[in-house]
């Protein structure tokens, strides 16, 4: 019975995953929470977490214990007496042993601050994989609506040229229009059968993109919303100056290489760290246990009470020569420098290239997509007005089905443009800091 009630939880889990209809929000949110590389990332600031872990280990104190005990038969010495005897003896030792670090050059303190801007370094690369993510997911998911949408006006065109068959059928009978206008009818519908299916397919193919970016393998019950709302943007009331000045400060890559810059300037002063002498101190506690067969030994607590023994100790280690390792390490250190330095630079540099082109296009996509729209309503009206020619005979099949395709693609290019403007436009806010989540 209980197997029946969770195939049945089962089943309906699936039904509902897979009759749900997936929105832009779904699909980033679905990723972001799936994704392989992501998970890799998180996984790679856990062991950063754990790095931090044993650098604060490193200003405690370790402690150790030891505790052996053998036996021995032959000639030993007898601990009591300091003579070398024959005989069987057992001996018990106990040991405790710590040792804590005073003074070394710094270098845990520097580790320790060094590992917090690793675990800062990593949480930016996560976001920044996330946003990059969040990117692909976004222009996977437009290119599935703009094929949609392009399918469904295509679908729409055909019935309203369905209908214009058999409204010229019935004209050509009555003689109002030639046998060749009701042929060219014919002939635009096949092709837009044509372009039905070829625009199925394109549907077909993005979605099984999408998918795959998601990692969903049943393509056929994947659908995401028939139309996404494409609003305008705020963003150009911004100059290009201030999104790329904005940019300096929210951009996760950016942060990233300014943590690596940091991080570079803790490992030199680590490699500085290594020419100071170490300073630590230690404690150890020792006490034994001796017993022989040739007379009755003193009492197990006895003798750990009187052999205890206690030591305390400084240790000063000063480095004097090392091969030249301590000032190649220096050198490297001062060359990983400048090249996380000059990396930072270089990312500025792209990073301004990357917000002028973007502004520039989101500019340019939103006067095609406003011309775009102010075409489709001339084409309109103009087809109109070709329409009523042609149904009274006073205009040519040729004529007609050039101001009806005028019209068609008119539509079409709206869809375009205001699908490229929308992703443009996104683009540019998510350097102005706009998260795309």
Known sequence: MKKLLF?????CCFTTFAQKVWSLKDCVNYAIENNISIKQSAL??????ISRRGAIGNFLPNLNSSLAHSWNTG?????STNLNVTSTTQTSSLGISSNITLYDGLRNIRQLHRSNLDILANQYELEDMKDNISL???NAYLQVAFNKESLTTVKRQYVINQAELERSTQLQEAGVIPKGDLLELEATLANQEQIIISSSNLVRISKI???NILTIVDYNSFNITDTIAVTSSSILEKSAEQIYNKALETRNDI???EIAV????DDLKLSKGVYHPTLSAGYSFNTSYFQSELYQSPEFSDQIHDRTSHSFGLNLSIPVF???????????SKINLKKNTLALEQTKIDLKSKVNQSYTDVVSAYAVFQASEKALLARKESFRYSKEKFDLGLMNSFDYSLARLSFENAENDVIKSKYDYFFKARVLEFYFGISLR
């Open 7 to 11: 195939i049945g939880i089962s089943l």
């Open 44 to 49: 790679n600031l856990e062991t950063a977490e």
């Open 75 to 79: 000639l030993n010495p007898d601990p």
């Open 136 to 138: 692909n997911i976004i």
């Open 209 to 211: 993109n999408l998918a």
């Open 255 to 257: 942060k990233n290489f």
């Open 262 to 265: 940091e991080m570079s300037k």
């Open 322 to 332: 090392n091969r030249l390792t301590n000032s190649n390490n220096v050198r490297q």
